[in-house]
């Protein structure tokens, strides 16, 4: 069982940045996709962004295009979550997991989570 750490969440308000990064094994980031999706409450776990580990390509939630940017560090076996402009809209637990099937905009696609980091934004 590979374990991924999350963390940089807190409570920010609207327009304000934040970074979340996510801590893996290198035998969960090699040769894997890794995402982070989001819960709020009450609501289903959603895809928010993803990369590839090898190549660096990325895909992201429309609803975070131009705001959100998912990076890796490689050394670091480290996965970021750069989020600016938030919106209270944004206010979840945000996870981060391993893909292993399916597709990658599907939060049913991952494996491996974090515990999540919580992120609230005020209005």
């Known amino acids: 069982q590979v374990q991924q750490a999350d963390s940089g969440g807190g409570l920010v308000q609207a327009g304000d940045s934040l970074r979340l990064s996510c801590a893996a094994s290198?035998?969960?980031?090699?040769?894997?996709?890794m995402g982070w999706c989001r819960q709020a409450p009450g609501k289903e776990r959603e895809f928010v962004a993803t990369?590839?580990?090898?190549?660096?390509?990325?895909y992201y939630a429309d609803f975070v295009k131009g705001r959100f940017t998912i990076s890796r560090d490689i050394a670091k076996h480290t996965v970021y979550l750069q989020m600016n402009s938030l919106k209270p809209e944004d206010t979840a637990v945000y996870y981060c997991?391993?893909?292993?099937?399916?597709?990658?905009?599907?939060?049913?696609?991952?494996?491996?989570w974090g515990q999540g980091t919580q992120v609230t934004v005020s209005s």
């Open positions: 997991a391993a893909y292993i099937r399916g597709s990658v905009y599907d939060s049913s696609s991952y494996d491996s």
């Open positions: 290198e035998r969960t980031v090699s040769p894997y996709v």
């Open positions: 990369i590839n580990w090898r190549t660096g390509f990325t």
